[in-house]
């Protein structure tokens, strides 16, 4: 465990001190992409020092998805990393390694106030219950392999949600900014597109609409563009998240991950259609309908898709048994009690 900390620790020192160089150099380069390559690079082989899925997991998504997406728009002089004036180091490197999002507008003191409180509270009640599904893995053997799927799903939004927004806190108290949230209650969504676009993940969603959302729409035009553009956003959705599993398992793709954010993609934009013929004649699905379909239909194919990938490599297990470590690594060092 020493030794994946040290690795974790040099990781994101060497990433801080390539995010510098961007800031201070590369910036000042014309050729801009050639200087930000070899960047890309490192942040693409640091995470392969990490075996553990807590510390490994979110380095890799962190680095090799959102900072070298970022850096790529940074190469082309657009994105959340090029701003009129120009962003401060400090500024720079922070938004560079996390996944914090400015906001472009600033809330009254009252209505942020108001709002920090209830989001503390909400959040301190999904470490309640995630710290319940955890626990609930000891008697896995006596659980419905339906449920376990079920316990996954919950594991997997709670987890990642608690995961961004215990990063982005010392951030934003550090910097004083005011940022994007990076999940909105996906439970709530109400269709696919409210879930994927509006609710779930949100710093990915940000990252993949000046990526590859709007180029190809550009690029393809007309009618269809809308639609191939959604495609292709799943699509690349889908191979990024086939990149996490790899440094995860150090296992080759089997693309099941793929095709769920494929079928996704393709639901989302056979939705976005019907959705306005049906506007269009008055049409509306009532949210008590349409919010159970829609988390319905994503928990069953993630049962079918997302989690068989995970379960086959033992992933699911080696997660579980981290948490049990980790209780016991901070039990061994901390002082006894008389």
């Not at 599904?133 to 659980?143: A, G, K, W």
Request: with cysteine.
């Amino acid at each position: 465990m020493e030794i994946e900390i040290q690795n974790f620790i040099t990781i994101w020192l060497t990433a801080t001190a390539s995010l510098i160089f961007c800031h201070q150099i590369a910036a000042r380069i014309p050729a801009r992409l050639l200087s930000v390559l070899p960047v890309i690079y490192i942040f693409t082989a640091l995470p392969l020092r990490l075996n553990s899925v807590h510390l490994g997991g979110p380095t890799v998504f962190y680095l090799v998805w959102l900072g070298n997406f970022k850096l790529l728009l940074f190469s082309f002089n657009q994105g959340p990393l090029v701003t009129n004036p120009p962003l401060s180091l400090l500024h720079f490197v922070s938004i560079g390694l996390f996944p914090i999002k400015p906001k472009q507008t600033l809330t009254p003191n009252f209505s942020l106030n108001r709002n920090s409180q209830g989001q503390i509270l909400l959040l301190l009640l999904k470490c309640v219950l995630l710290a319940g599904v955890v626990y609930s893995y000891n008697y896995r053997e006596f659980i419905h392999p339906y449920l376990i799927l079920v316990l996954y799903c919950c594991h997997v939004y709670l987890g990642v949600e608690l995961m961004l927004a215990v990063t982005a806190a010392p951030v934003r108290a550090v910097l004083g900014l005011e940022i994007e949230p990076q999940f909105d209650e996906p439970y709530l969504a109400t269709s696919l597109q409210d879930l994927w676009g509006r609710r779930w993940n949100l710093m990915v969603s940000a990252i993949l609409r000046p990526t590859v959302y709007h180029p190809v729409r550009r690029v393809v035009g007309g009618r269809w563009s809308q639609a191939a553009a959604i495609a292709a956003t799943f699509l690349v959705s889908g191979l990024m998240h086939e990149v996490v599993y790899y440094y995860l398992t150090r296992a080759g793709a089997t693309w099941e991950v793929t095709l769920f954010f494929v079928l996704h993609g393709v639901c989302v934009a056979v939705e976005v259609g019907m959705k306005k013929a049906a506007l269009r004649r008055g049409w509306r699905l009532h949210r008590a309908v349409s919010g159970p379909l829609t988390v319905g239909f994503a928990a069953v194919t993630g049962g079918w898709l997302f989690f068989p990938q995970v379960i086959r490599s033992g992933l699911d297990l080696k997660a579980i048994d981290e948490y049990s470590f980790l209780v016991r690594w901070i039990g061994d060092r901390l002082p006894a009690i008389p």
